[in-house]
């Protein structure tokens, strides 16, 4: 049975491109029809057994459902997002009104203070197709470098942000008080740091690249 159950989960991963490409839905969608198809087979092989230990509920129960559920929530509500066309519109009024691709990656990393930057990513990923910027575009990696750190300039900006709120008893103006100037110092400092870098690169493989 084991077996069985190894080898239904292997062909579910490998079906995931397949069923992607058949339906237009996203791939996590195909995953998680894998996965319920994985629940119903378990279920069933075990279904005479008294012990509930090798059935999907009782491995649920040792994970963190409602962290999941999150992270399940935030994609489909981005997939909607994407699909509707409204992320491509959001990626456009930014283009229109901000001077430069810079201005835009750092508006969303200070937008990532206020929402946490995994939803933020993924929404940057269906704003900007991966034909124009490609994947080791300057503008993905500024995206990742101020979503990434801008989630730090308030409490409330990331998961572990909230995490370290419930865990330490942190009062959110305690935080904006002590450490969110010096985040916020830090977070524009990481920008002209990496701004400098990419021109004097940049600069330097120019300069090699014009004959004397």
Same mark, same amino acid.
């Given at each position: 049975?084991?077996?069985?159950? *190894?080898?239904?989960?292997?062909?579910?991963?490998?079906?995931?491109?397949?069923?992607?490409?058949?339906?237009? @839905?996203?791939?996590? @969608?195909?995953?998680?029809?894998?996965?319920?198809? !994985?629940?119903? !087979?378990?279920?069933?092989?075990? !279904?005479?057994?008294?012990?509930?230990?090798?059935?999907?509920?009782?491995?649920?129960?040792? @994970?963190?459902?409602?962290?999941?559920? *999150? *992270?399940?929530?935030?994609?489909?509500?981005?997939?909607?997002?994407?699909?509707?066309?409204?992320?491509?519109?959001?990626?456009? *009024?930014?283009?229109?009104?901000?001077?430069?691709?810079?201005?835009?990656?750092?508006?969303?990393?200070?937008?990532?203070?206020?929402?946490?930057?995994?939803?933020?990513?993924?929404?940057?990923?269906?704003?900007?197709?991966?034909?124009?910027?490609?994947?080791?575009?300057?503008l993905w990696q500024l995206i990742a470098l101020c979503a990434g750190t801008g989630g730090s300039i308030l409490v409330i900006g990331s998961a572990s942000g909230v995490a370290l709120m419930g865990l330490e008893k942190i009062d959110f103006l305690w935080y904006a008080k002590k450490v969110s100037v010096g985040a916020a110092i830090g977070y524009f400092a990481g920008i002209a740091t990496y701004l400098a870098q990419n021109?004097?690169?940049?600069?330097?493989?120019?300069?090699?690249?014009?004959?004397?």
């Amino acid at each position: 049975r084991g077996q069985v159950v *190894f080898w239904t989960g292997i062909a579910s991963l490998l079906a995931v491109p397949v069923f992607a490409e058949l339906t237009g @839905l996203p791939p996590y @969608l195909a995953m998680l029809t894998g996965l319920g198809a !994985m629940w119903t !087979m378990t279920d069933i092989i075990h !279904m005479d057994d008294e012990e509930e230990d090798m059935k999907v509920p009782a491995a649920l129960s040792k @994970l963190d459902t409602s962290g999941i559920l *999150f *992270f399940l929530g935030i994609l489909m509500s981005i997939g909607v997002l994407d699909k509707s066309g409204l992320l491509k519109d959001l990626a456009v *009024f930014l283009n229109d009104n901000l001077p430069n691709q810079d201005i835009i990656a750092t508006v969303i990393g200070i937008a990532s203070a206020l929402i946490d930057n995994v939803p933020l990513v993924a929404a940057t990923m269906g704003m900007y197709d991966l034909a124009d910027y490609g994947t080791d575009d300057k503008l993905w990696q500024l995206i990742a470098l101020c979503a990434g750190t801008g989630g730090s300039i308030l409490v409330i900006g990331s998961a572990s942000g909230v995490a370290l709120m419930g865990l330490e008893k942190i009062d959110f103006l305690w935080y904006a008080k002590k450490v969110s100037v010096g985040a916020a110092i830090g977070y524009f400092a990481g920008i002209a740091t990496y701004l400098a870098q990419n021109a004097v690169l940049s600069g330097a493989l120019l300069g090699g690249s014009v004959s004397p």
